[in-house]
């Protein structure tokens, strides 16, 4: 399956973001989107998720124009993990995450049994099951996040979007969440992140798409994308790259 935007120009009703934006991603593979802040990467996202209207071109699932399927058929193909979330009910955690199983049946129905073993699954996979009965609003930014990545794997999609992954997460679940990204494209589902941090999409990702002031400035391989002149273009800093036995690694000049 493929998910892509083909000439796309985005932005919102009083202003244009970005324009003549092409990006393409299949299931099994995992691509990073890179670039500085107010560079457009969110709307870009949010434009490839449908919450956004393409104001040019077309974002196509599997070659159909997405505007064309319903929130509900969008909802089991693609899920969504923003980078943050405003916590309004004391929802336990596990009811946060059976909230992923709305794309499959009834939004007012009962969850079945197959609804909570596979909250039960992704509560576990992702190390936080000792949290099911936490009230949603009394547990960690850090801990958040991670609820509502196992709220999207228990959509069951094709692909998943994540808004800066590991924004709100110390350095062991950093790791966890970069680990699980490996094993989402292992497990056939395409996978799409933003970040500010290179060396997560070394590590993390298949191919890397350079996004500055709403233009696209590089795209392709991660380890042929992510070098010192196109960091040091992208951001509009130096950059110092450390290679070791352990491999390579970027940090600010």
Do not use: C, W
Request: charged share 20%; proline share 5%.
């Amino acid at each position: 399956m493929i998910l892509e935007g083909d000439k796309l120009t985005i932005g919102y009703p009083d202003r244009v973001v970005g324009t003549s934006l092409d990006v393409r991603m299949e299931t099994g593979e995992v691509l990073a989107l890179l670039g500085p802040n107010g560079g457009g990467k969110t709307t870009l996202l949010k434009t490839l998720l449908g919450l956004l209207p393409p104001k040019a071109g077309e974002v196509r699932l599997d070659g159909a124009d997405l505007s064309s399927r319903s929130i509900r058929e969008r909802a089991r193909l693609i899920a969504y993990v923003p980078q943050t979330h405003v916590a309004t009910f004391a929802f336990t955690v596990e009811a946060v995450v059976l909230m992923g199983r709305t794309a499959h049946g009834d939004l007012f129905a009962r969850p079945t049994a197959r609804d909570r073993m596979v909250a039960v699954t992704m509560l576990d996979r992702l190390g936080i099951a000792a949290l099911a009965n936490r009230p949603y609003t009394m547990i960690s930014g850090g801990e958040r996040q991670l609820v509502l990545l196992a709220r999207a794997l228990a959509q069951e999609p094709q692909f998943i979007v994540l808004d800066e992954p590991t924004a709100n997460l110390d350095f062991g679940n950093q790791g966890k969440v970069m680990r699980e990204i490996r094993a989402l494209a292992a497990s056939g589902l395409g996978v799409l992140f933003t970040t500010h941090d290179p060396n997560h999409a070394l590590r993390a990702a298949d191919r890397a798409y350079l996004l500055r002031g709403g233009e696209r400035i590089a795209e392709g391989p991660t380890k042929e994308i992510l070098t010192q002149a196109q960091l040091e273009a992208l951001y509009g800093a130096p950059v110092r790259v450390i290679t070791d036995a352990t491999g390579t690694a970027f940090v600010p000049g």
